[in-house]
């Protein structure tokens, strides 16, 4: 369980990052813009020089030993320190006559020692060509000065010492032997040479920073717009936000968003579309209806959701097509008196009449007798009509529920089309007139807090939500993107073991075209010229 929430988790953060890409990469772009620009107007030239110095301290044999050579590295970390001191660059500064002072001097000077070796690098950058190298040798050869004058120093104060002390001049002379046999040397292995030239700042480490600032920036962003946004992200935000009692999940379905090109306007995917992974959704949606209403008493169910354009209509023609086509007498009221759209989907509802003029004229019409027989087999609609002058009014009344439950007696599932719950007061209305109520919303576009102010609206009405649908979601997108690829890759794995010559039935594949097969048939000729074109290598 506790895997199973972490990539949940990392899944709805993947779908944040998808959903807000285009943030992320705006700030990278523009860092990188900023930092090419400021690369460029910034850009100086830097010229570096670099000198070598070998310490070694004195040998113990014929050969260096490991105790010699440890005692140099030792030594050389020693005068690393030394050779940065005021003392040696201010005497380097007079010796030049350089405009600088001690701390100008310090920062352009670099002294390292090469690991595992007694070697000292002394590195120097300036702004032209000639004054690093100057620097470098003359701040070497004053270190090597300083040092040897330092060490010849402390011998002849040694000396005077035990002079002082009554020691003949052979003894003297003997003490001066030892102690300068005793001595390491400091050599100029390496004079500082024609300056390095090298351009700062460097364009290209200031963009790699910039990428990776915008990267992050960009990112932090992109999960604080999410986060303010208040608007519905995911499946597993809304189960989490608007739990319903004795349900596992409250969420019954989670539609693609499809674009003209897949689905053309004025049709719908379950009737005009039906190989495709939409229609095959909308299947599956109403298989978990069906189960979800089960345990519901009665049959008259209202689809509505928060604010228009968010699918609901849609979501109602295709979840009634598809109940239509499992054998199911489903009956559409359309109760949205005030922006009727089931004409578009049915054009054989024109001219048929409708629930508006048996709530104003025809009120000893029976119902049954004004329902249309739509195209697909099963399923049957009550139109609006003509669009009344008050339509709350003419729903709030005894004939209105009079009508539902006439045409609860004539099907197996009644759907009632509302008006969206923020845009009209009608839904409250319907909702005590029906057995259950399902509330549709668009991913990325609902308000949380508009979501919640219908689910309480809806719950006031005593009337049970029996689940949610939710529309427009991402297809391409990791988390939701898995859809697609396994409806594809069953779909795609069924065709190529049908057309492949004789199946395991003996039979040969059907090609006789159909209302459905259309693009079936298109897939299996392309399969059978791929098959061909291989034996034939």
């Known amino acids: 369980m506790e895997q199973e929430e972490q990539s949940i988790d990392l899944a709805r953060y993947l779908s944040v990052l998808l959903r807000w890409w285009w943030i992320v990469a705006l700030v990278v772009v523009l860092l990188l813009l900023i930092a090419y620009v400021y690369s460029t107007v910034a850009k100086t030239t830097i010229y570096r020089a670099h000198a070598t110095i070998l310490v070694q301290e004195a040998r113990s044999g014929l050969a260096p030993g490991l105790g010699d050579i440890g005692a140099s590295q030792q030594l050389a970390r020693t005068y690393q320190e030394l050779l940065t001191t005021r003392k040696l660059l201010q005497r380097t500064i007079d010796e030049l006559g350089l405009p600088l002072d001690v701390a100008g001097l310090r920062s352009g000077v670099n002294i390292s020692v090469r690991p595992g070796t007694s070697l000292m690098d002394v590195k120097v950058q300036g702004s032209d060509p000639e004054s690093p190298v100057k620097i470098a040798n003359t701040l070497t050869q004053v270190f090597i000065q300083d040092t040897e004058t330092s060490r010849l120093a ?4 040694r000396q005077a010492i035990f002079t002082a002390q009554g020691a003949t001049d052979a003894a003297a002379a003997a003490l001066v032997e030892a102690q300068l046999s005793a001595l390491g040397s400091i050599s100029f292995l390496e004079e500082a040479a024609i300056s390095i030239p090298s ?11 910039a990428g990776f600032l915008g990267a992050f920036l960009g990112v932090l962003l992109a999960f604080l717009i999410d986060y303010s946004s208040n608007k519905l992200g995911s499946k597993e935000q809304v189960e989490r936000m608007f739990a319903l009692p004795n349900v596992t999940s409250p969420v019954m379905g989670v539609m693609f968003k499809w674009s003209d090109r897949d689905v053309a306007p004025g049709k719908f995917a379950v009737r005009d579309y039906p190989d495709s992974i939409y229609a095959e959704m909308y299947r599956q949606l109403r298989t978990t209806f069906r189960f979800v209403v089960s345990s519901h008493p009665g ?5 509505t959701s928060v604010a228009p354009r968010e699918g609901k209509t849609t979501t109602l023609v295709n979840l009634a097509s598809a109940l239509a086509g499992s054998g199911n007498r489903i009956i559409l009221l359309e109760t949205d008196l005030r922006r009727p759209t089931l004409h578009r989907y049915f ?9 508006s003029p048996l709530l104003m004229l025809d009120r000893s019409r029976p119902v049954a007798s004004l329902l249309c027989q739509t195209s697909i087999p099963g399923l049957r609609i009550l139109a609006c009509g003509a669009v009344p002058q008050s339509p709350a009014d003419l729903l709030n009344s005894p004939r209105t529920k009079e009508i539902i439950d006439e045409l609860k007696k004539e099907c197996d599932i009644l759907l009632l089309d509302s008006p969206p719950t923020m845009a009209a007061s009608d839904p409250m209305i319907l909702a005590s007139y029906v057995d259950g109520v399902v509330i549709v919303g668009a991913l990325g576009e609902t308000h949380v807090d508009a979501f919640r102010d219908s689910v309480g609206m809806i719950q006031k009405s005593g009337t049970p939500i029996v689940g949610y649908i939710l529309n427009k979601v991402r297809s391409r997108g990791l988390g939701y993107g898995r859809y697609r690829y396994h409806y594809y890759y069953y779909h795609h794995k069924e065709d190529e073991a049908e057309p492949s010559g004789i199946g395991g039935n003996g039979a040969r594949p059907d090609f006789r075209l159909g209302p459905v097969s259309t693009s079936r048939i298109h897939r299996q000729i392309r399969h059978l010229l791929s098959r061909n074109s291989h034996r034939r290598r």
């Open 199 to 209: 351009v700062r700042p460097s364009t290209r480490n200031n963009m790699l920073v």
């Open 299 to 303: 049959n008259a169910f209202m689809i």
């Open 347 to 355: 054009p054989e509802t024109n001219g048929q009449g409708g629930l």
């Open 154 to 157: 402390d011998i002849a104060r």
